[in-house]
Structure formats: C-alpha cells, structure tokens
C-alpha cells in the first residue's frame, strides 16, 4: 500500500504541475463566463443590418402594417410603377429587396419579395409576423362593432395556461410540491458532469500509460512495483487531479459571483418597481419551493458514489487499452467502443430523465456501463431505495471483476512491443497466471 500511495502522490504532483494544468484551470472559468455573455456581447456590438425594401401593395391594406425597426425598413411606394423601375433600383442599391403584395397574404404567392442575395431568418419572420397582424385585423373587422371586444377576448384567450401542481408523497407521509422541469434540470446537470468526466480522465490514463510504455520507462516501474499497484496509482492520481481541478473550477466560479454582485450597479427603485408589476412577485419563493422539493443531499451523496464507481469502472479498461496499444491512433480504435457505451448511456438517460420509471430506464441503471449516468438522471425524480442498492452492488461487483481483468490484460500488455494486439492475443494475456 505505501507503494501504491507514492504512485498515486507522483501521478497526482506531476500533473497538478504542469503549466497546461494551471493554464487551464485558472482560463476555463473565465471562459465559460465569456461563452455565457457571448450572445449578448455579439448583440450588442455585432448589430444587425437594416435591409431597405421597397414596398408595392396592390391591395391598399396590408402594406400599412409592415414596421421599419432595426431589421428592415420599409418604403410604399406607388402600385403604378412597374417592375423593372423596381428592380433597377435594386442594382442600384437604392433599396436592397422590393416586395410586390398582390392579395391576401394568406395565400399563396399573393406576397413576393424579390432581393439579389438571401433574406434573414429574422427578416422573414419579421415580415411573416407584420403581415400576420393584418390578416387578424382584417378578420376581425368582418364582425363590425364586435371586432374590439374579440380582439380584447382574443388577448385573454392567447394569455391563459393551466398550472397543475405535483405533490410527492414520502415515506414518513410527508408531501412536498415537485417539478419536472426542476427535476429534468437537475438530472441533466449531474448525468452530463459523470459523462464528461468519465470520458475525459479515462482518456487521461490511457495517453499517461501509452506515453510511459512508449518510453519504456514503464519497464523500470514494474522492477520495483507490481503492475496492480502501477495500474490503479494512475487511475486514482488522474482521479484526484480532476477532482482538484473541478474544486478550482468551483472556488473561481462563486469567486466571479461575488466579485460581479458587488461591482453590479444598483438598479434605480423605480426601475425595480415596474419591473416587479410585469414580473409575478411569487415566481422567487415559486422557484426554492420548487427546489426544497428536491432531496439535494441524497443526490449528492449518490452522485459521489456513481461517480467514482463509473468512473473506476471505466479506468481500468482504459489503462487497459493503453498498455496493449504503442500509439494513439491504435488506441482510439480501441477506445471507441467503450466511448459508444458513455453516449448509448447519456442517449439513455436522457429518455430516462423524461420516462424515469420505464422498462428501458430501469434496466439501463441496473446495468453497470449505463447505470452510473441513468441513475442519476432518475434519481431527481424518486427512485425505490432497493434499486438504487441493487445498483450500487452491481457497480461495485463490476468495478472488481473489471478491475482484476483489465490487470491481467496490463500486466503483459505494457511490456509488449512491435505489433497492435489483436483481441485473441489479450485473451491471451488474460488467462496467463
């Protein structure tokens, strides 16, 4: 075990090291803040162009509600003039497009827009949307003195949703209110962090064994250290190095927050009062009800634990391709299977996350390849403590018999050399004693 604790503590100080690691570690928060204000930072300073149509309306009415903003401007012109005056203008960059309104634009070909390069999405929504509030005013203008209190009915009628609250009951008979939505948030968060680490750390131990075989340093090692303990040394030291790196991750991220509440300027009071009529004033508490009705604590304590079994579960095949292969593209040809098995899982649970007592979700969490990630996606939504146990022992039983033959396989792979193994020769290797 001592031996095992030196590798772990080298693996774990060689990487925390590295100029990539800090580098990485200290930008990424930055990063993914600049990546949350992109949008609006593209917005603001990236503009749109205004795209100047003429517009010909035949029918005298629907050219009224087409409205120059930020996207389009919009000039009515006279139905006499002919088309070719219209597309002259166009190559003479007098207007960018002309729009000839012949009907009702219900139907079709009755509107034609003619440009020399492709409109926006967002202009022909624009012009959809304008031409749409002219087909209801026109609509409604056939019930005469009625059209007001329709067009009133109508907004009401547009603006109403049913709310159906969901009360889970508990074992002590306790009821608290539930949320889908909050729990599909939730389960969506935890199962892609277990997806994204799995594949990323498993990735690591193998390129750290490919690159310490490839060396051959790999045969001083093993003189003195038995290939179990080299093995699982690398997938705990990788284990520890994530681990660290998502506390740093953390600590900058409420760091930021801090930093950004304080310097945010204070919003006047009337701003906030008026804010407030247009906002439902219970939609706050709405939202921690909602999130009280969430056990976070067993959610954490199961994601530990789902976590780190998937994860060693995982890691020893991955250090198990890195021994038997000498180069990186042999071993990503190995690694895709097991890569194929984290995206079935995550495709999975996700249909998990919607159907979280289903057959196929169910199956899926008892399974040990799948269940690290569709466990925690049905877990937000209540799932029975016997399955839950099940599937823990299953990982744990699976995680042991993975562990004791990926060692077989590594003990014999990474003093190999000269060819890419095929799998009857790791058969082999594994029933070598």
């Known amino acids: 075990m001592s031996k095992l604790g030196?590798?772990?503590?080298?693996?774990?100080?060689?990487?925390?090291?590295?100029?990539?690691?800090?580098?990485?570690?200290?930008?990424?928060?930055?990063?993914?803040v600049l990546l949350l204000f992109l949008p609006a930072l593209i917005e603001i300073f990236g503009g749109q162009t205004e795209t100047s149509i003429a517009v010909v309306d035949h029918t005298d009415y629907y050219g009224k509600f087409l409205q120059t903003d930020k996207v389009a401007s919009?000039?009515?012109?006279?139905?006499?003039?002919?088309?070719?005056?219209?597309?002259?203008?166009?190559?003479?960059?007098?207007?960018?497009?002309?729009?000839?309104?012949?009907?009702?634009?219900?139907?079709?070909?009755?509107?034609?827009?003619f440009s020399n390069s492709t409109?926006?999405?967002?202009?022909?929504?624009?012009?959809?949307d304008d031409l749409r509030d002219g087909?209801?005013?026109?609509?409604?203008?056939?019930?005469?003195?009625?059209?007001?209190?329709?067009?009133?009915l109508f907004n009401v009628v547009n603006g109403l949703h049913a709310n159906v609250a969901t009360i889970n009951i508990s074992e002590d008979g306790t009821d608290s209110e539930s949320s889908a939505i909050m729990g599909f948030l939730v389960s969506f968060i935890?199962?892609?962090?277990?997806?994204?680490?799995?594949?990323?750390?498993?990735?690591?131990?193998?390129?750290?064994?490919?690159?310490?075989?490839?060396?051959?340093?790999?045969?001083?090692?093993?003189?003195?250290?038995?290939?179990?303990?080299?093995?699982?040394?690398?997938?705990?030291?990788?284990?520890?190095?994530?681990?660290?790196q998502f506390a740093i991750w953390f600590i900058i991220g409420g760091a930021i927050s801090i930093v950004a509440s304080i310097l945010a300027p204070t919003p006047d009071v009337t701003e906030l009062a008026n804010a407030a009529e247009q906002v439902d004033e219970n939609m706050i508490s709405k939202v921690?009800?909602?999130?009280?009705?969430?056990?976070?604590?067993?959610?954490?304590?199961?994601?530990?634990?789902?976590?780190?079994?998937?994860?060693?579960?995982?890691?020893?095949?991955f250090a198990c391709i890195g021994a038997a292969v000498e180069n990186q593209s042999e071993g990503q040809q190995l690694m895709l299977p097991l890569t194929m098995l984290i995206i079935i899982a995550l495709y999975i649970a996700i249909y998990a996350a919607k159907d979280p007592n289903g057959t196929i979700s169910i199956v899926a969490s008892m399974i040990p390849f799948t269940s690290p990630i569709v466990m925690m996606a049905r877990i937000p939504f209540g799932v029975p403590m016997w399955q839950i146990v099940l599937s823990v022992i299953i990982l744990i039983g699976s995680f042991v018999l993975s562990t004791w033959m990926a060692s077989r396989i590594y003990r014999i792979g990474i003093l190999m050399y000269g060819k890419k193994p095929s799998l009857k020769e790791m058969w082999k290797w594994f029933k070598q004693s």
């Open 288 to 317: 921690f009800q909602l999130l009280s009705g969430i056990n976070f604590i067993e959610i954490l304590v199961m994601f530990v634990i789902f976590f780190i079994g998937g994860y060693l579960l995982y890691a020893s095949f």
């Open 74 to 113: 919009f000039s009515n012109l006279s139905s006499d003039i002919d088309e070719s005056e219209l597309r002259q203008m166009c190559n003479t960059n007098d207007f960018d497009a002309y729009m000839l309104i012949e009907g009702s634009p219900k139907y079709k070909d009755s509107v034609k827009i």
């Open 190 to 244: 935890v199962m892609f962090l277990i997806y994204t680490f799995v594949l990323v750390s498993g990735s690591m131990v193998m390129s750290s064994v490919m690159e310490e075989k490839s060396s051959r340093i790999i045969e001083v090692l093993v003189s003195s250290v038995r290939p179990f303990d080299l093995m699982m040394g690398k997938i705990i030291g990788v284990a520890l190095t994530t681990l660290t």
């Open 119 to 128: 409109l926006t999405i967002d202009l022909v929504n624009k012009i959809e």
């Open 135 to 152: 087909l209801r005013e026109r609509c409604l203008a056939n019930y005469g003195e009625h059209s007001a209190q329709l067009d009133s």
């Open 6 to 32: 030196l590798i772990i503590q080298r693996e774990y100080i060689t990487r925390v090291r590295k100029k990539s690691f800090i580098i990485i570690s200290l930008l990424a928060p930055l990063g993914i």
